[in-house]
């Protein structure tokens, strides 16, 4: 029986090899009628299920290699950004609903902000919670963690903007608004935090002396979300009265900080904290939207590029990868999706 095979393998091998070419030849027609790839993403998009509750938050680690989402389900989903994109992790231990994710500069922790009044600092390579901030009085809406020894800061419904230290579990200032606190960033060098909340107005509060330095006047609705450009000139806002505003917070802009608004993103009556972002070059700005869909203009001509649709909820949250051009979204319909851009 060995012999016969070895004697017609020949033919079978000069037949195979024709089936080879032809079918690489066909691939290689479909392929390059394909768009080009431009990440290293598994496939152009990339949809990630798992939670069991809406979505309220995601964010890139700073070097784009895992992701971390959070939401109504009380838990914190850490996943592998490429390849299959395996939820690697779950971080159990909040009481509340999670609304805002940080990762330290140096991608070694996570500080999660919660409805349960409480923030938590997380080791992500042990998988363990290893600070628990209490101080605040109400839900903590929003939170952001500084670029260099790591401090913290968190805005709630308490009305106060809290600064905290990652290496001691209590506040070290507290400054105290008239209305509930939403949104909060730190600027470049960390020497002001900013506030946004139901009042409106956008507050630069200079931390040495513990008092608003800059107001700035514009939206007029609730302040859902407030992100620093990449080169820390100029801070993005998202508002309920529809709007995404570009402002200058540079030490001696005019009075009129307000640079450009860009108009699309919708709010409705579910009234949750939708957030924006800065592409990594900071060229593009991108929204999330309460119609289900994504937007992304172009920052300097205000021109919208992009409507992406594929959600069937309101979508929370955005973020974009810090090295490569692939685009995050959370939403409310439980679901997290990763796409890559031209």
């Known amino acids: ?68 989402s959070a939401g109504f389900d009380r838990q914190i989903f850490l996943w592998n950004v490429f390849g299959e994109c395996e939820n690697i992790a779950i971080l159990p231990g909040h009481t509340g609903s999670i609304s805002q994710l940080c990762f330290t500069k140096d991608g070694t922790h996570l500080v999660s902000a919660s409805t349960d009044k409480c923030m938590a600092m997380w080791d992500l390579e042990a998988g363990v919670r290893v600070r628990r901030f209490k101080g605040h009085q109400s839900f903590v809406n929003s939170c952001d963690v500084s670029a260099g020894p790591t401090m913290i800061c968190s805005g709630s419904d308490d009305g106060t903007i809290r600064l905290w230290d990652s290496r001691r579990r209590h506040c070290v200032k507290t400054l105290n608004n008239k209305f509930q606190v939403t949104a909060v960033c730190f600027t470049e060098k960390a020497d002001n935090i900013m506030s946004g909340g139901i009042d409106n107005h956008i507050k630069m509060w200079d931390l040495k002396h513990g008092e608003v330095s800059i107001e700035m006047k514009g939206h007029c609705d609730t ?120």
Not at 44 to 66: N, Q, R, W, Y
Not at 227 to 252: A, E, H, K
Not at 289 to 307: A, F, G, H, I
């Open 1 to 68: 029986m060995s012999i016969e095979i070895l004697k017609r393998a020949p033919d079978e091998l000069e037949l195979a090899a024709k089936r080879t070419k032809q079918d690489l030849a066909l691939s290689t027609t479909q392929d390059s009628s394909l768009p080009p790839r431009t990440s290293d993403l598994a496939a152009p998009i990339m949809h990630l299920t798992g939670h069991s509750a809406e979505v309220f938050c995601c964010k890139f680690g700073p070097f784009g290699d895992i992701l971390a």
């Open 223 to 342: 302040v859902t979300c407030l992100s620093l450009s990449p080169d820390g000139n100029f801070v993005l806002s998202n508002s309920m009265d529809n709007t995404v505003r570009m402002w200058d917070v540079r030490p001696f802009a005019p009075a009129n900080r307000c640079l450009k608004a860009f108009v699309g993103a919708q709010h409705n009556f579910e009234k949750n904290l939708i957030r924006c972002c800065w592409s990594p070059q900071g060229t593009k700005i991108v929204s999330g939207s309460s119609d289900r869909m994504v937007y992304v203009w172009d920052t300097s001509s205000r021109k919208l590029l992009y409507k992406l649709p594929g959600h069937s909820g309101s979508v929370n949250d955005v973020d974009c990868h810090p090295t490569q051009p692939i685009l995050m979204t959370a939403s409310s319909d439980k679901s997290i999706f990763m796409g890559e851009l031209k």
